[in-house]
Each structure stands twice: as structure tokens, then as C-alpha cells.
């Protein structure tokens, strides 16, 4: 079992940037893919931004393309998010994920993070 911590997330008004952190209790680069979804108030949980296992394929929502970057460093066990040109509909908890293969839906993850709240003011 891979357990996940997110970091990072607070408060930014509109037009800001935040780096959200995501730490594996083991290894996982060449071992996991690594995702990143979002849930807002009263919606459904959604796909941000996914990086394969060797990170080389990575994927993006539209709504967040050009604005975020997905990253990871396979010593630290970690998975970064950089978001830039933060929008108030950016504003939701944000959860990290592992899975044996990078994809844009939830149920091709097995591990969540608890998730950390991010809040754009406008």
C-alpha cells in the first residue's frame, strides 16, 4: 500500500501561483504513474494533471493546460503540481494518486492522498 501526503495548498488571491508537493511512503518512480484530480464544492471530482511511470507521457486537463505543470523526482519520491495564473474556478481540494498506469479517470488509480485545499480569492 502506497500512502500519499499532499502539501502546499492555502490561500492565493487571483493571478497567483502555488507549488502543491505530494510524498509516496515508497518508491515510486518506474513504479507508479502519478496523478493529480480536484474536487470543488458540490461537483464531482475531476482529472487536473497525470505523468507516467518514467515521466515521460504526461497529460492535462484543458481547463488547466499552459497554466500548470505536473513534475516528479523519482529520489524524493515526489510528485509536484506548479500552478500559475491561479483562477477562483481553480479553487477546490486537490488530491494525488498512484497508479500502474497514467490515465485521465479515476478508476485506472489505486492510492489517494487525503487531499489539501486550495483557495483562490478574486
Known amino acids: 500500500q502506497v500512502h500519499l501526503v499532499e502539501s502546499g495548498g492555502g490561500l492565493v488571491q487571483a493571478g497567483g501561483s502555488l507549488r502543491l508537493s505530494c510524498a509516496a511512503s515508497e518508491r515510486t518512480s518506474s513504479t507508479y504513474a502519478m496523478g493529480w484530480f480536484r474536487q470543488a464544492p458540490g461537483k464531482a471530482r475531476e482529472f487536473v494533471a497525470g505523468i507516467s511511470r518514467a515521466g515521460g507521457t504526461i497529460y492535462y486537463a484543458d481547463s488547466v493546460k499552459g497554466r500548470f505543470t505536473i513534475s516528479r523526482d523519482g529520489a524524493k519520491n515526489t510528485v509536484y503540481l506548479q500552478m500559475n495564473s491561479l483562477k477562483a474556478e481553480d479553487t477546490a481540494v486537490y488530491f494525488c494518486?498512484?497508479?500502474?498506469?497514467?490515465?485521465?479517470?479515476?478508476?485506472?488509480?489505486?492510492?489517494w492522498g487525503q487531499g489539501t485545499q486550495v483557495t483562490v480569492s478574486s
Open positions: 494518486t498512484a497508479g500502474h498506469q497514467a490515465a485521465t479517470i479515476q478508476g485506472a488509480y489505486a492510492y
